[in-house]
């Protein structure tokens, strides 16, 4: 069986047994993902960069120590470990994480609205517009989850791991971004996004 055909865990095992590639592989499956997460939250490239290279150093150093022990649960102790690097970062520069959005994020792209005419898609391009500045509003923890559950389709489970937070805690941070985010869209009268 060739190494990307593994699970996780198997790819974790064989790496701390020596089969060097094997990481490579982990890298080369959660990069996007974890590169993503950091970004959304970083908001610079540079920063994201050097936060990714120290997030994989640390998954290095853990696992050579044989301190690794989330069986199964790889990507969310790699999300986990970004979490703290990023917290980390911004405590050095005393200030709070700002999800601002940017222009090509779209927490709704996976979405899939119903193909129409032009009218139609200029409407769902003000709504997706609208929508983005409501999520930048909200209090970071509130954004945090929102983007982690729609934009990165993480469980609760695996937003509760990443941020160090019950599943009841991740689960009422969602809830209060959905209610706030009903407050803000009718406190803006948005076109709805349903049909």
Known sequence: MQH?????????????????PCLEVLIQRHRKRVFSYIMMIVRDRHISEDIFQDTFIKVIQTLKRGSYNDEGKFLPWVLRIAHNL???HFRRLKR???????????????LRLRQGNVEDKIVRTQVRSDIRKCIEKLPAEQREVLIMRHYMDMSFKEIADTTNVSINTALGRMRYALINMRKLIEKHDLVSLER
């Open 96 to 110: 709070m994480p700002v999800v601002d959005g940017g222009e090509d994020f779209d927490i709704f792209s996976v």
């Open 4 to 20: 990307h055909q593994l699970q996780d865990q198997e790819l974790v095992d064989l790496y701390c047994a020596g089969d060097e």
């Open 86 to 88: 990023i917290i980390d």
